[in-house]
């Protein structure tokens, strides 16, 4: 298995919703990574886990919460959004830090 | 056809003639790059890689060359088809470091 599995594909929420992305890997990675990408941008780093530890906030607002409850999962907890965070939110893992990345396909989502 | 990453970020080429897609990095200490191809809707998929204890590095039609000496990384696509229109990323990795993505070249294939 070589994929990074991410749901939902699509999310729509208003800017008092909680709503939780998440992130799934069985390739044995130990570095898990999100990324936020605006249309014809490139990615940006938002935070990295490794070995189930958060090693990386690229001062990201309390408003995006990560969360690595083992080594194969990752989520992103949203709550109080604004329409500015209106993105495609990616996955990624690497066998550990520094090693090449692995993409999901995104969470594309919009903030109303 | 030939982009120059950040003053060219769309390049158009005819199906079957080779691709250059340029990129200059920013960090002299960078010693990992990756270049990624992302179609729309899709997440960035990884193409070829690259340590800086080499300066040329082949795929199954893509080539990537390094110049330390000016920071310059280049994708080589060779006889580029439809299925290769797509934006493409280089991303460099210091050591002790994450990856950093450039800015992107729009790739558009003409049949």
């Known amino acids: 298995d070589t994929e990074v599995t991410q749901t939902p594909k699509h999310l729509v929420m208003g800017m008092t919703n909680k709503k939780s992305l998440k992130c799934e890997q069985h390739m044995g990675h130990r570095a898990m990574y999100w990324y936020k990408q605006k249309a014809k941008k490139p990615p940006e780093l938002m935070f990295v886990?490794?070995?189930?530890?958060?090693?990386i906030n690229e001062s990201v607002p309390s408003r995006f919460s990560p969360e690595c409850p083992n080594s194969s999962l990752l989520n992103l907890h949203l709550h109080a959004l604004q329409p500015e965070d209106s993105a495609l939110y990616l996955c990624?893992?690497?066998?550990?830090?520094?090693?090449?990345?692995?993409f999901g396909s995104g969470t594309q989502l919009s903030v109303l | 056809g030939e982009s120059v990453g950040l003053h060219l970020p769309t390049l158009s080429v005819q199906e079957g003639d080779n691709s250059i897609i340029n990129c200059a990095y920013s960090n002299s200490a960078s010693d990992y790059f990756i270049w990624y191809k992302q179609e729309s809707g899709k997440g960035p998929q990884f193409i070829i890689d690259i340590r800086s204890n080499m300066d040329k590095r082949q795929g199954q039609r893509v080539t990537v060359l390094l110049n330390k000496t000016v920071k310059h990384l280049s994708l080589q696509i060779a006889a580029t088809q439809p299925g290769d229109s797509a934006v493409y990323f280089c991303?460099?990795?210091?050591?002790?470091?994450?990856?950093?993505f450039g800015t992107g070249t729009s790739l558009t294939v003409i049949p």
């Open positions: 886990y490794s070995y189930e530890k958060l090693s």
């Open positions: 991303a460099e990795n210091i050591p002790g470091n994450q990856f950093y």
């Open positions: 990624a893992s690497s066998l550990t830090e520094g090693e090449k990345l692995f």
